[in-house]
């Protein structure tokens, strides 16, 4: 009997047990089922679609037409002590701390698959450039969840430290692989001519982002229809009940399971409690950025070949380290301190984001960001035609 079942007879048993008893929960719950989907729509729609589409056009574009290459000429000096990887790979880190999820994630596969990055470079920058976007911190965490847009800057301060110090650790990350720079013969690569990239970075974000929303739908009624058959609740007490040495209570279980499984929806769960506890929860949250963002980057990872277990380990840890980060930040910068008053004023209009004020934020912010690369090809272009020129004369008085 034991040769008929093998275990992946078992595994696949519990699988078809799994989607049947899916299905008869939708069978049973339509209406939660639907109300959870028409959440999960308005959340595209409004926040996901306009903020990500700018960033991942923008993205696109930067690796294409090799724009990458010039702030790697400039940020190698830094990128390469600090996190072993070259001086392209620090598009990634940018753009991921601006943009939010998943866009640092989708820059670093796109350097990685078009060789302006070795396979160990682009696993290191996976651990730690897949970080949330100022906008969702500062505004729907910060303002939305705790009333303070100080707590969202305590909270966006943590994340994008914990992420740096990530990057860090994981320069340890095989470490007889050192960062492929231009010295050491430099990743080759050539340019896209610019209407072949545009339109490739246009087509390929708007599937980008269809994939990120399926996969938002899927868990946002997912985590609906196990809340509403008991399924969350009891999970949550057996694992309060596993961690009752550390004062783990069932309610806190339950939000740390909501915020493992999809994001937005385990902050928003932060309504009550104290507030160190919070703050730390919703940290950690924010450094993990829960399964939901998981399997968007693991779509974009397709057949590339690149280590899902890094990027992992990288989020549990950042989580871990931005919950510690905002104890030490918290004594720093009180709540009730009076610093950043102007930016905490300005989130309070960030909460409530509707599809216009978010696509305007998203485009402008963008747009800034590509104007910044821009300013930087021109310059460096100039630098070196003016190295060409001192050089040429130089060779001209030798050789008269």
């Known amino acids: 009997?034991?040769?008929?079942?093998?275990?992946?007879?078992?595994?696949?048993?519990?699988?078809?047990?799994?989607?049947?008893?899916?299905?008869?929960?939708?069978?049973?719950?339509?209406?939660?089922?639907?109300?959870?989907?028409?959440?999960?729509?308005?959340?595209?729609?409004?926040?996901?679609?306009?903020?990500?589409?700018?960033?991942?056009?923008?993205?696109?574009?930067?690796?294409?037409?090799?724009?990458?290459?010039?702030?790697?000429?400039?940020?190698?000096?830094?990128?390469?002590?600090?996190?072993?990887?070259?001086?392209?790979?620090?598009?990634?880190?940018?753009?991921?701390?601006?943009?939010?999820?998943?866009?640092?994630?989708?820059?670093?596969?796109?350097?990685?698959?078009?060789?302006?990055?070795?396979?160990?470079?682009?696993?290191?920058?996976?651990?730690?450039?897949?970080?949330?976007?100022?906008?969702?911190?500062?505004?729907?965490?910060?303002?939305?969840?705790?009333?303070?847009?100080?707590?969202?800057?305590?909270?966006?301060?943590?994340?994008?430290?914990?992420?740096?110090?990530?990057?860090?650790?994981?320069?340890?990350?095989?470490?007889?692989?050192?960062?492929?720079?231009?010295?050491?013969?430099?990743?080759?690569?050539?340019?896209?001519?610019f209407p072949r990239a545009f339109t490739r970075s246009v087509t390929g974000s708007l599937q980008s982002l269809l994939n990120i929303c399926a996969f938002v739908l899927f868990f946002t009624v997912f985590l609906r229809i196990l809340t509403r058959a008991g399924v969350l609740a009891a999970l949550a007490r057996g694992l309060s009940a596993l961690l009752s040495p550390l004062g783990l209570s069932q309610l806190w279980a339950e939000r740390l399971l909501t915020g493992l499984v999809e994001l937005s929806s385990g902050v928003t769960s932060l309504t009550d409690g104290t507030l160190y506890g919070r703050l730390s929860m919703a940290a950690f949250m924010l450094g993990w950025a829960g399964a939901s963002v998981h399997c968007q980057v693991l779509a974009f990872l397709g057949d590339s070949g690149l280590s899902m277990g890094t990027y992992v380990a990288g989020k549990l840890l950042h989580g871990g380290l931005s919950a510690l980060l905002v104890g030490a930040l918290t004594r720093l910068i009180p709540l009730d301190s009076p610093v950043s008053l102007y930016l905490a004023q300005q989130a309070e209009t960030i909460a409530q984001l509707d599809f216009h004020r978010a696509l305007t934020i998203s485009a402008v912010a963008a747009w800034a960001v590509w104007l910044a690369f821009l300013a930087l090809a021109v310059s460096m272009a100039r630098a070196g035609r003016g190295r060409e020129k001192k050089t040429s004369g130089k060779n001209r008085r030798s050789v008269l």
């Not at 090799?66 to 702030?71: A, F, H, K, M, P």
């Not at 390469?80 to 866009?103: E, I, K």
């Not at 920058?125 to 729907?140: D, E, H, M, T």
């Open 1 to 193: 009997m034991g040769k008929i079942l093998g275990r992946q007879h078992y595994r696949d048993a519990l699988l078809g047990l799994g989607l049947l008893w899916g299905a008869c929960a939708l069978v049973l719950w339509p209406e939660q089922a639907m109300g959870a989907m028409g959440d999960g729509l308005r959340l595209c729609a409004n926040v996901i679609l306009p903020s990500l589409f700018p960033f991942f056009v923008l993205s696109s574009l930067v690796v294409e037409l090799g724009l990458t290459r010039y702030l790697g000429r400039l940020l190698e000096p830094v990128m390469a002590p600090l996190f072993r990887v070259n001086g392209a790979c620090a598009a990634a880190l940018a753009l991921g701390a601006v943009g939010g999820y998943p866009v640092g994630a989708r820059t670093a596969i796109q350097l990685y698959q078009s060789g302006q990055c070795t396979r160990t470079e682009a696993e290191r920058l996976l651990a730690f450039c897949n970080n949330s976007g100022p906008a969702f911190i500062l505004g729907a965490v910060g303002a939305g969840v705790f009333g303070s847009g100080v707590a969202g800057l305590l909270l966006y301060l943590a994340h994008l430290l914990a992420s740096l110090l990530v990057g860090v650790l994981f320069r340890f990350y095989k470490p007889d692989q050192g960062p492929r720079t231009r010295r050491a013969g430099g990743p080759q690569f050539q340019a896209v001519p």
